[in-house]
């Protein structure tokens, strides 16, 4: 289950319903799937290969073809982040830059974790929505934030889009992230 924490204030908000509200207040899709149904060898196992992704995208077909209805999407595939990867320290320095995409950014996190630094409404600044196996979690359309790993370093997840170029990431150089941090 997902958890905030608002950087500025340091608040930490826990609890489905709390945490829901919130993201929902900020314009933030939040559901959350049930990874129970993987196959035991999927549960929490980042180290994957083409086949066990193309697995986990027909476990949760309904889920993905309901958000795709639901929210436009008409593409999806998996990404699976691990000590396997290369040059993964290189990766996450390039993924922790303040960024705007010209479509929503969605991400269901199949296995391992992850965090969205997401900026909120005007006021609140930045806040850190911590993700474990399960949450979906949908950054909408032109709001500054990044995406990087917690302690354990690893995380799979299925993205969901609707056109390719719509993943361009525009960096953005934010002075309110700079003092939030
Ligand atoms: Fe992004």
């Not at 027909?58 to 290369?86: C, H, M």
Request: one cysteine or more; aromatic letters at 8%.
């Amino acid at each position: 289950m997902a958890s905030i924490v608002i950087r500025n204030t340091g608040e930490r908000i826990e609890g489905q319903e709390n945490v829901g509200e919130f993201l929902t207040n900020q314009g933030v899709l939040y559901e959350h799937w049930d990874v129970t149904k993987l196959p035991l060898a999927l549960q929490g196992n980042c180290k994957i290969g083409e086949v066990e992704k193309q697995q986990i995208l027909s476990v949760f077909k309904e889920e993905i073809e309901s958000l795709g209805e639901r929210n436009g999407y008409q593409n999806w595939d998996v990404v699976a982040l691990s000590e396997e990867t290369p040059n993964l320290e290189e990766l996450l320095k390039k993924f922790e830059q303040v960024h705007v995409h010209t479509e929503d950014e969605v991400r269901a996190i199949t296995a391992g974790h992850g965090i969205f630094v997401i900026k909120g409404s005007e006021g609140l600044g930045y806040f850190d929505v911590e993700l474990e196996p399960g949450d979906v979690i949908s950054v909408p359309v032109d709001t500054p934030h990044f995406f990087t790993l917690m302690e354990d370093k690893q995380v799979v997840a299925v993205r969901l889009f609707i056109d390719a170029t719509g993943w361009v990431a525009h960096p953005i150089q934010d002075p309110q992230f700079e003092t939030s941090k």
